[in-house]
Nanobody, 124 residues
């Protein structure tokens, strides 16, 4: 079992930055594949960035070069640094995790554990 708690969302003007955090409660944090996803009303959940248990980080095309995902194993915390934010980044952002390797870590169906979400609003 994994419990995930996100924080760090808020409102910012276009061009600004936010950092999201996701604290995970599990004794097996190092075996997790983890990711950030976002969703707006009426649309499917979209993979933003992910760190598989092993292998390289992955980013959605719309955030490459602007967002950075990182994982602090000592603090059991996943981060998403979001720079150069755009109004189209406005969404509810969710942290997700599951045990073991995920070949396609940006696919939301690959995760069984989800946080409650944190809202990010970017105004123009």
């Amino acid at each position: 079992q994994v419990q995930l708690v996100e924080s760090g969302g808020g409102s910012v003007q276009a061009g600004g930055s936010l950092r999201l955090s996701c604290a995970a409660s599990t004794v097996a944090y190092s075996t997790l594949s983890m990711g950030w996803f976002r969703q707006t009303p009426g649309k499917e959940r979209e993979g933003v960035a992910a760190i598989p248990m092993v292998g390289r980080t992955r980013y959605g095309d719309s955030v490459k070069g602007r967002f950075t995902i990182s994982k602090d194993n000592a603090k059991n915390t996943l981060y998403l640094q979001m720079n150069s934010l755009k109004p189209e980044d406005t969404a509810m952002y969710y942290c997700a995790a599951d045990f073991g390797y995920r070949a396609d870590p940006l696919r939301p169906q690959n995760y069984n554990y989800w946080g409650q979400g944190t809202q990010v609003t970017v105004s123009s």
